[in-house]
């Protein structure tokens, strides 16, 4: 059996009488990347929440490992804005020694704004610092609310090969909620997709062709989202042209990225 650092057995919860997350199954391991993705209002953050235990569930369970050290990177910093607070006030209200957190801002990128105000930093340096928050908990599960929110689209794509590599220093699981469809897909180990239930969950290569996801996503998504993960049998010229014959145009056994 491998060991599980949060395992969701049925986990059901209800607001009134309206079923917002509908007997999910999931397991993180260590390791593990995991990406929730749907429409909105479909079950995402209060899925997350049950895990970090601020949102209790009505049926189901939700078990962590022993011990277990999370860090949670929110969607937005939210902080009263008339608050005086530099980014090492900030830090240090986590409760970490200095050192640790000096050390976090470092390994996010953001070690040279120690002493800058919190109001002042841009998006991406905002995600960067929630990021560093969570890091210098050491943890063994990172739990992420759409971390790229407000960042432009390079500084999305560093961020998540950040997060990737957080993982393989840290050997933690990841699970995290992202509309960023393509770079989720570049991203992570497995997607799932939620709308209450889990539609559809598997290899982000797989999951642009299941039903499920079409259904939920529509056409245009799943199409321009296999454009990225579709296989390769033929071969193409310098013009892209195809070249080989005897295989059907179209079906590709290469990876495309
Ligand atoms: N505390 C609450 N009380 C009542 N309803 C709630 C509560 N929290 C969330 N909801 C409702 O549950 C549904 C799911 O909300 P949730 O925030 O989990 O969705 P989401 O998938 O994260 O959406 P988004 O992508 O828009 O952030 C929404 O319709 C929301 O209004």
């Known amino acids: 059996m491998p060991e599980h650092l949060v395992q969701l057995n049925q986990l059901t919860v209800r607001f009134d009488e309206r079923v ?18 749907g429409p909105n ?11 970090l235990g601020i949102q209790k569930a009505t049926s189901g369970q939700v078990s962590l490992a022993p011990d277990l050290v999370i860090g949670y ?29 000096e050390a976090a801002l470092r390994r996010t990128g953001v070690g040279h704004l120690l002493n800058a105000s919190v109001h002042h930093l841009s998006g991406g340096e905002k995600q960067r610092l929630l990021l560093a928050r969570a890091l210098a908990r050491q943890p063994d599960l990172l739990v992420l609310d759409e971390p790229a929110q407000g960042v432009d689209i390079n500084g999305q794509a560093a961020l998540y090969e950040l997060i990737r590599e957080l993982r393989d220093e840290l050997h933690c699981g990841v699970i995290m909620i992202s509309h960023d469809l393509h770079l989720v897909m570049a991203a992570t180990d497995q997607v799932i997709c939620l709308n209450q239930h889990i539609c ?25 989202l296999a454009v990225y993960h579709h296989r390769h049998n033929h071969s193409h010229d310098l013009h892209g042209d195809v070249v080989t014959e005897n295989e059907p145009h179209g079906a590709c056994n290469h990876e495309h990225h």
């Open 41 to 51: 209002g479909a079950g995402k953050t209060t899925l997350i929440k049950t895990i």
């Open 200 to 224: 559809c969950s598997g290899h982000p290569a797989d999951i642009s062709h299941d039903p499920a996801f079409i259904e939920t996503f529509g056409h245009q998504v799943a199409e321009s």
């Open 73 to 101: 990177v929110p969607q937005h910093l939210s902080l009263e804005a008339t608050l005086p607070l530099s980014v090492k006030r900030f830090m240090l209200l986590s409760g970490r020694p200095l050192t640790a957190c």
């Open 20 to 37: 917002v997350v509908d007997q999910v199954n999931l397991a993180v391991g260590r390791g593990d990347i995991i990406t929730i993705i």
